[in-house]
């Protein structure tokens, strides 16, 4: 799949800019094993690089513009380096403007490039597509300019780009883990201190990414309120983030109305689920992994409100096909997007037969799979 996107983005290049691009910058989208809508609160997220992701044919130019094609919606855009505006609408374009806009607060220069976007993931699924695209981007506009940064630097880039060009206040995790994810690892990051550590798959276990076909929109207003209910509950409770906070105070402070309340047991909970999931991975414990995976799927069900009636019929008949060995949830934003399923390798195919035999997308198609790992 790298390679695919890769082939595309410099076919692209020379089919637009009529020369061969200089290099090709890579970035996978990801999915979430566990962790969710903790990135923002200080906590522990367990995200894993896909296949799939977004590639980007580079070439310097010398008068300070920077021209993109984006080969899967056929349109472009130009720019002078030291003034992109945000775009109207927000788009793919956004993330291009916003990381040109972003990398030098991170002391890293842009100069004028031409580049080439083509990209395998699917869009609005909750698998990191636009971290994916500007990381990418990030690293593309980095070789431009003669440098190879750390991961650290680049996702922050993406981070601020998304922040400030497209109005989501998203975490670090996917742009980190489009930046620092090995293939075929989950990566455990903890978002307060970045510290990360890549753990291998146990080599029998299966990760499934099955695609609800509802689309989701991030920057619809939900997300962002979500994050103001954790940051409204920390301060109700006193502490300087939610990742300070124990399951006993969030049940027992005066201080939390019932909604503050139930999304900062999800917070809370999830972290300590993260943090149990982490270590069955590290001992191949499948049974603890998935029963974590099903734990987190009915907190952000009942508790943070972020699942659809579609993902939780999905991720039942997943349950249902995978039993105790192994799990399912809804991975990312939410509102819709993917579920990611953990099983047994050799139930894998098994698994996959029982979602196209009994979930319909919501225009009547069989649902879509990506086999993670
Ligand atoms: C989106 C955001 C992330 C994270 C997840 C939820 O993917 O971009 O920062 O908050 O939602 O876990």
């Known amino acids: ?13 020379v089919a637009r800019f009529g020369r061969e691009p200089l290099g090709v910058a890579f970035a996978p989208g990801r999915v979430n094993l566990i962790g969710e809508h903790v990135d923002y609160n200080d906590g522990l997220v367990l995200p894993m690089a896909l296949g799939e992701g977004t590639a980007v044919a580079w070439l310097p130019r010398d008068d300070q513009r920077i021209a993109a094609w984006a080969d ?15 775009a109207e609408p927000i788009d793919w374009r956004s993330c291009v403007r916003g990381v040109a806009a972003c990398l030098p607060e991170q002391g890293l220069p ?12 699917p869009r609005g699924a909750g698998l990191s597509s636009s971290a994916s695209l500007s990381v990418a981007v990030a690293r593309a506009l980095c070789a431009v300019a003669g440098i190879s940064p750390g991961p650290l630097p680049l996702a922050r880039a993406a981070q601020a780009a998304e922040h400030r060009f497209t109005g989501v206040r998203c975490g670090i995790m996917d742009p980190l883990a489009a930046a ?13 201190s970045l510290a990360c550590e890549a753990i291998p798959l146990p080599p029998d276990w299966s990760v499934l990414v099955v695609l609800s076909g509802v689309e989701r929109g991030l920057a619809e207003g939900e997300y962002n309120a979500r994050r ?12 300087a983030s939610l990742r300070d906070a124990t399951a006993e105070l969030v049940e027992a402070s005066g201080a939390l109305d019932p909604l503050l309340r139930r999304r900062a047991r999800h917070v809370v909970g999830e972290i300590a689920r993260t943090a149990a999931a982490a270590e069955a991975l590290r001992r191949g414990d499948l049974a603890g992994f998935g029963r974590r995976l099903r734990e987190g799927q009915a907190s952000l069900r009942e508790d943070f409100e972020t699942s659809v009636p579609e993902v939780d019929r999905l991720v039942a008949i997943l349950d249902r096909a995978i039993g105790e060995a192994g799990g399912a949830r809804m991975t990312g934003g939410g509102f819709g997007g993917a579920v990611v399923a953990v099983c ?9 037969a029982a979602t196209r035999l009994h979930y319909r997308t919501p225009d009547g198609r069989k649902p879509t799979a990506i086999v993670a790992a």
């Open 1 to 13: 799949m790298t390679e695919a996107a890769r082939e595309r983005a410099a076919a692209a290049f």
């Open 344 to 352: 047994d390798r050799a139930r894998a195919d098994e698994v996959l």
């Open 180 to 192: 620092a994810a090995p293939p075929g690892q989950a990566l455990l990051v903890d978002c307060r």
């Open 110 to 121: 842009v100069v004028g490039a031409e580049l080439a976007i083509a990209g395998t993931l």
């Open 72 to 86: 899967d919606f056929a349109a472009s855009d130009e720019f002078a380096v030291g003034d992109p505006k945000p």
């Open 228 to 239: 103001q209910h954790c940051e409204a509950a920390a301060r109700a409770l006193g502490v």
